[in-house]
């Protein structure tokens, strides 16, 4: 079983940045694809960004492309995602999650296929 943990969020003006860590404990990251989720008030979950086991491959929301960035140090056991030019709207609680995809290339988009998840940490992007 892995434990995620998410850290890193915190309150910032618009067009800034955040750099968001999600570190796992319990087992070896890299045998799993990773993603990251916001959920806003009042919202559903969605997609932000994924990334593949090895690192590979990655894949963003429309939303985000350009501004966000998803990596991974499987050495460090942690996923990063570097958030930038921030905007009001991406005020939300940030999730990581972990697939056990024995596929070394696959990215993960639905929520539902994710096997693991952490507690979240809370951006806040003031205007």
């Known amino acids: 079983q892995v434990h995620l943990v998410e850290s890193g969020g915190g309150l910032v003006q618009a067009g800034g940045s955040l750099r968001l860590s999600c570190a796992a404990s319990?087992?070896?990251?890299?045998?799993?694809?990773v993603g990251w989720f916001r959920q806003a008030p009042g919202k559903e979950r969605e997609f932000v960004a994924a990334?593949?086991?090895?690192?590979?491959?990655?894949y963003y929301a429309d939303s985000v492309k350009g501004r966000f960035t998803i990596s991974r140090d499987n050495a460090e056991n942690k996923v990063y995602l570097q958030t930038n030019s921030l905007k009001p709207e991406d005020t939300a609680v940030y999730y990581c999650?972990?697939?056990?995809?024995?596929?070394?290339?696959?990215?993960?988009?639905?929520?539902?296929?994710?096997?693991?998840w952490g507690q979240g940490t809370q951006v806040t992007v003031s205007s």
């Open positions: 319990g087992r070896t990251l890299s045998g799993y694809a």
């Open positions: 999650a972990a697939d056990s995809t024995p596929l070394y290339t696959r990215v993960v988009v639905r929520d539902y296929e994710y096997d693991y």
């Open positions: 990334i593949s086991r090895r690192g590979g491959t990655t």
